[in-house]
């Protein structure tokens, strides 16, 4: 018999990963039947966009006069505008420079936005779905990730950003902005007992780490934002989205120049949007959440490159 | 120099005028934050560990590290003399630094020799050594158990565990790495 020629090595590693991609390909169509359920449309905005959103440590790729999306945010922003209620994406998103166990700069991202609805409403409805996704991706509502299990049918945590300083570092959010060490804290001192045994939502972010989230009403010191953590990891960030138009612009001039003095490339201004909110935007509520983190907290995959298939 | 982007496990750098090598490398990003470096740093001459955590615009020098063959020559007092293999440059390394490595030492083998700023900070000893057993009591007949072991010394003192079957005499192979008996190589 004659020898086959040797198989190239990503046809190996595509071999070992095969029913992790496949646990993959379930998931995702365990999210589109609970979206389509929820009374959600799939949309798909473009992937390469002239403006991406003035964000001080977000970089996206030059993809020739345009940019490619680091995130959907601006587009599916303007279908709200043009009167789509609940809409969800599911596709490729690109940040330069971040590489790691839990980064790549190609990366998907689940991304959506229900007008009427608050960063409150959103958590229920995120808690509920993740129930979901465990026991029909992972088989059963309680997951081992690295030998840590998250129950996902148990009620998640919820701890503001000011509690969750105090409780695991002793200072507060303000102390720790005004050292310079907020970031630094957060992963050293705080990510790591997040989602420990449930999910849990940090929420509340202090108003200067806002982005595009509306101030809390009752509290202007804190912005309506949450993230969520599964043992350890960042899987999502929701807010009730900023809708007023001269804090917008106020807050987009103020991450433009943080990325001028930063060094980082200045971005074209996202005119239209600008526009677009001038001219009314409804209230909702929006959510992005990376699918490849959320794959590995169900198969048990310390790394991307074991739930995703390697650049060729 | 190298930038934080630089960093990886592996990577040797400077920190506080002493070399450092990453033992353990983590990019970390929070929500909408900077991008942040998480490093577990073990220092090349201690030992000793820290943990570091590096931002994007921190820089870090490069260690001037350099790695040489040399072999061993002779000791002298508390030192023992290696030879660089072309240049003949001898160099002096004590018995601290060497610690049990000093009974491995084997006339005119090669070793690889680390220097940081010029002087040795390690020496790595050929993987496998020989030498002759001069001391052990004699195991009991026609006994050829590998499991059981008994103690045995070699000709500069260092006791080392072996085999039943072992005597004096026996030229040995010893695994520099553990210090462990390794094999027989020839009956006395």
């Known amino acids: ?312 | 120099m190298f930038s934080a982007s630089d960093l990886k496990k592996g990577l040797k750098v400077q920190v506080d005028g002493e070399p450092w090598a990453i033992t353990e490398f983590e990019f970390c990003k929070p929500g909408k934050g900077t991008s942040l470096y998480r490093c577990k740093l073990k220092n090349m001459i201690t030992g000793s560990t820290i943990d570091r955590t590096y931002r994007p615009t921190d820089k870090l020098d490069k260690p001037d590290l350099e790695e040489k063959e040399m072999y061993y020559s002779y000791a002298e007092g508390d030192f023992y003399v290696f030879s660089d293999a072309e240049t003949f440059e001898e160099m002096h390394v004590s018995a601290k630094m060497l610690g049990r490595d000093k009974y491995f030492l084997i006339e005119n083998s090669q070793c690889k020799m680390l220097l940081f700023n010029g002087l040795p900070i390690e020496i790595t000893l050929p993987t496998f050594i020989e030498k002759v057993i001069t001391d052990t009591e004699p195991g009991a007949r026609g006994d050829t158990a590998t499991n059981v072991l008994k103690s045995a010394k070699i000709d500069n003192g260092y006791e080392i565990q072996v085999p039943l079957f072992i005597n004096t005499g026996d030229l040995v192979k010893i695994d520099t790495r553990t210090g462990l008996y390794a094999e027989r190589v020839s009956k006395a």
């Open chain 1, 1 to 312: 018999m004659q020898n086959a020629s040797p198989k190239p090595d990503c046809v190996y590693q595509l071999e070992q990963i095969k029913a992790r991609l496949l646990l993959r390909a379930g998931l995702i169509s365990s999210i589109r039947q609970y979206f389509d359920a929820a009374g959600f449309a799939e949309v798909e905005t473009p992937v390469m966009i002239k403006a991406p959103a003035p964000e001080e440590f977000i970089e996206a790729p030059q993809a020739g006069e345009m940019f490619l999306r680091a995130s959907p945010e601006l587009q599916m922003k303007l279908m709200l505008a043009a009167g789509f209620k609940k809409i969800y994406q599911i596709g490729a998103c690109f940040r330069e420079g971040e590489f790691g166990r839990k980064h790549r700069p190609e990366f998907t991202m689940l991304e959506w936005y229900d007008a009427g609805a608050d960063y409150n409403d959103l958590l229920k409805f995120t808690a509920g779905m993740l129930r979901h996704l465990a026991v029909f991706t992972a088989g059963s509502s309680s997951v081992s990730y690295q030998g840590s299990v998250i129950d996902f049918s148990a009620e998640p945590e919820i701890i503001t950003v000011k509690d969750a300083f105090l409780r695991f570092t002793g200072v507060t959010p303000e102390a720790a902005m005004e050292a310079d060490r907020f970031d630094e804290l957060m992963v050293t001192k705080i990510e790591p007992v997040l989602g420990r045994g449930r999910p849990t939502f940090l929420t509340d972010y202090p108003a200067a780490r806002s982005a595009l989230a509306r101030l809390k009403a009752s509290d202007h010191s804190v912005a309506e934002r949450w993230e969520l953590y599964l043992s350890g990891i960042e899987i999502a960030n929701a807010y009730s989205e900023l809708i007023d138009p001269a804090e917008q612009a106020a807050r987009f001039e103020e991450a433009a120049s943080a990325r001028v003095r930063g060094g980082y490339r200045p971005y074209p201004p996202p005119a239209e949007f600008l526009q677009a909110i001038n001219a009314g935007m409804p209230e909702s509520s929006g959510c992005a959440l990376g699918i490849d983190r959320l794959i590995m907290i169900f198969t048990d995959a310390d790394d991307i490159s074991q739930v995703k298939m390697s650049p060729v």
